[in-house]
């Protein structure tokens, strides 16, 4: 059974780092997309950013410069690499494995903190 598990939430101060890691088991995903999505408190679950298997990536502009997604196929892997963090970064980083012919599936989320 596919299974994502995200890992490396916490609790940061304005301008600190996190590495988010989505560790995938049960399939190999090196064909597929993957992405880091986020949800605040009373807000709709957005796009972070997003790697093709080929190694293409796009981002939120709010996070442009700031984040960096990366994927390590042999580990089956992704992770999310976020510098300068700030307080309108603080929601639940869910990760996504996507398919080629639409399968999608979610991990259970992390929790990212940032507050003084």
């Known amino acids: 059974q596919v299974q994502l598990v995200e890992s490396g939430g916490g609790l940061v101060q304005p301008g600190g780092s996190l590495r988010l890691s989505c560790a995938a088991s049960g399939g190999v995903f090196s064909d597929n997309a993957m992405g880091w999505y986020r949800q605040a408190p009373g807000q709709q679950r957005e796009l972070v950013a997003r790697?093709?298997?080929?190694?293409?990536?796009n981002y939120a502009d709010s996070v442009k410069g700031r984040f960096t997604i990366s994927r390590d196929n042999a580990k089956n892997t992704v992770y999310l690499q976020m510098n300068s963090l700030k307080l309108e970064d603080t929601a639940v980083y869910y990760c996504?494995?996507?398919?080629?012919?639409?399968?999608?599936?979610w991990g259970q989320g992390t929790q990212v903190t940032v507050s003084s």
């Open positions: 790697i093709t298997s080929g190694g293409s990536t």
């Open positions: 996504k494995a996507t398919w080629w012919y639409g399968r999608e599936v």
